[in-house]
């Protein structure tokens, strides 16, 4: 599969050879296909090669393992010919002290990537707004999701593509359920509040640990998050422990859970919104058991 390196996308040039690392691509682009085709992120008639405008994507790029990661695995989608549409990455500079500006730009020259950077001080707006003790991630979140959606509409992209991976989307889970009191996660697609954009995350049934191993092996330089990794007793870092915790008693675990999450029966959980219990009745086919 990986032989042919013919006017290969340099992102993808001077992979590793090894027998492991061609089975962790592999798996890795396996995996993105997957999500790609089992959520419909790619429009039906696009994948079929009918004419039309081609989407354009907006590849959102912190510089952290898994967007480095997604970058990359979209790209190699792109050169087999098996995903339709333009890429554009976009960095957004929050003005964090001490972070390498000239990395990204640098990198993505090299790689030959159409890209973006953009400057935005939310960093001194999340200092002043958050109280002292208090963890940033929600407003740090919630200014970085709107700035992407403007560029994302002045570069005319139909979506803007996430990063996050299948452990994001199982810890978002839990969070959710212990602090939010709800059963709800990340979902792989969505369209946003204004309905214009679609968000998604195309990495959803990759593990982070992949993520790791692919980024470290392609030697991709990795800028890490100070700004929320200098706080400590983050409820996401707990949950984290949690899980590694169980995965480790039993190794899997973390997919079984993440594959429950596609398994869901209405009928056996408690939100009448969801499953009429009122208007169940004696002889009511489809319930028992499911």
Same mark, same amino acid.
């Given at each position: ?32 296909? #997957? ?28 510089? !952290? ?52 950077? #953009? ?36 570069? !005319? ?13 199982? #810890? ?119």
């Amino acid at each position: 599969m990986f032989d042919n390196t013919d006017d290969i996308h340099p992102l993808l040039a001077n992979a590793p050879s090894s027998t492991e690392f061609k089975k962790l691509r592999k798996r890795i682009i396996r995996n993105v296909r #997957e999500a790609i085709d089992q959520y419909g992120m790619v429009a039906p008639e696009a994948r079929e090669g009918k004419s039309g405008p081609v989407a354009k994507w907006m590849v959102a790029l912190s510089g !952290g393992k898994d967007s480095y990661t997604l970058l990359a695995v979209l790209y190699e989608l792109k050169w087999r010919g098996l995903l339709p549409v333009e890429l554009l990455a976009v960095n957004l500079d929050q003005g964090q002290p001490g972070f390498p500006a000239t990395v990204l730009p640098a990198f993505l020259e090299k790689m030959q990537v159409p890209h973006r950077i #953009e400057y935005q001080d939310t960093y001194s707006i999340v200092k002043d707004k958050v109280p002292q003790g208090r963890t940033y991630c929600a407003l740090c979140s919630r200014l970085r999701r709107g700035n992407l959606y403007r560029i994302a509409r002045e570069e !005319g992209c139909s979506a803007v593509v996430l990063g996050h991976h299948r452990d994001d989307i199982l #810890e978002t889970f839990f969070l959710n359920l212990f602090h939010g009191s709800r059963l709800a996660t990340m979902p792989p697609k969505l369209v946003n509040e204004e309905g214009d954009l679609f968000v998604l995350r195309p990495l959803a049934h990759v593990a982070e640990e992949d993520c790791a191993k692919f980024a470290t092996g392609m030697g991709y330089p990795i800028i890490p998050c100070d700004l929320c990794g200098s706080q400590d007793g983050l409820q996401r870092q707990q949950v984290k422990a949690m899980l590694d915790e169980w995965e480790r008693r039993s190794p899997g675990r973390r997919q079984k859970m993440f594959r429950a999450l596609s398994n869901s029966r209405p009928s056996h959980l408690l939100d009448p919104a969801l499953f009429d219990f009122a208007g169940l009745a004696l002889g009511t086919p489809g319930t028992i058991g499911e």
